[in-house]
T-cell receptor, first 113, second 115 residues
């Protein structure tokens, strides 16, 4: 079953605009990871945020985590056409489930030039 | 350095045949994972190897699926008596393992089509 649920399922924006994607999950986590996927093939790791962290940045990416609401968001600032891809959040529950990522259904982002 | 590699990139087989999918993890990574991505089920965990420990097979969908990891490096995922519902992209990932080494790096995947 999919623990992570992304919102929205699809997002269409113009180049230069910001894109925000949200992820909700059901159980406690050790960490949450965001991935990008182009053309239905390999996943590219973007950011890992641990359960004791609230915000992380990487270049144009900003990830927040609210463990009280069991939710995370990924913000891409000043989007580019090359950011067009599917974005997935994945949770690692830790403990006996350590390393077993549970993925959401993903958000399809389209950035128009 | 080199990333995770998988072979073949694409595999077409007939229902009932066995297939083997190969994964070469990043050198030095002790943890290796297999996932499956299909239209109906999304991305699903299959199996997880960590060092010399017994693998976590809890995600394997049936006993037709098995995997091994030789010498702590290369892994092979075997699907016996393939069925049409096995058609999917099979993704392999590796990580350093342990605390601080949770980031999983994925290979390009093997696209399996069972006719």
């Amino acid at each position: 079953s999919q623990q992570g649920e992304e919102d929205p399922q699809a997002l269409s924006i113009q180049e230069g605009e910001n894109a925000t994607m949200n992820c909700s999950y059901k159980t406690s986590i050790n960490n949450l990871q965001w991935y990008r996927q182009n053309s239905g093939r390999g996943l590219v790791h973007l950011i890992l945020i641990r359960s004791n962290e609230r915000e992380k940045h990487s270049g144009r990416l900003r990830v927040t985590l609210d463990t009280s609401k069991k939710s995370s968001s990924l913000l891409i600032t000043a989007s580019r056409a090359a950011d067009t891809a599917s974005y997935f959040c994945a949770t690692d529950a830790g403990g006996t489930s350590y390393g077993k990522l549970t993925f959401g259904q993903g958000t399809i982002l389209t950035v128009h030039p | 350095g080199a990333g995770v590699s998988q072979s073949p990139s694409n595999k077409v087989t007939e229902k009932g045949k066995d297939v083997e999918l190969r994964c070469d993890p990043i050198s030095g990574h002790t943890a290796l994972y297999w996932y499956r991505q299909s239209l109906g089920q999304g991305l699903e965990f299959l199996i997880y190897f960590q060092g010399n420990s017994a693998p976590d097979k809890s995600g394997l969908p049936s006993d037709r699926f098995s995997a091994e990891r030789t010498g702590g490096s290369v892994s092979t995922l075997t699907i016996q008596r393939t069925q049409q519902e096995d058609s999917a992209v099979y993704l392999c990932a590796s990580s350093l393992g342990g605390a601080g080494g949770e980031t999983q790096y994925f290979g390009p995947g093997t696209r399996l089509l069972v006719l």
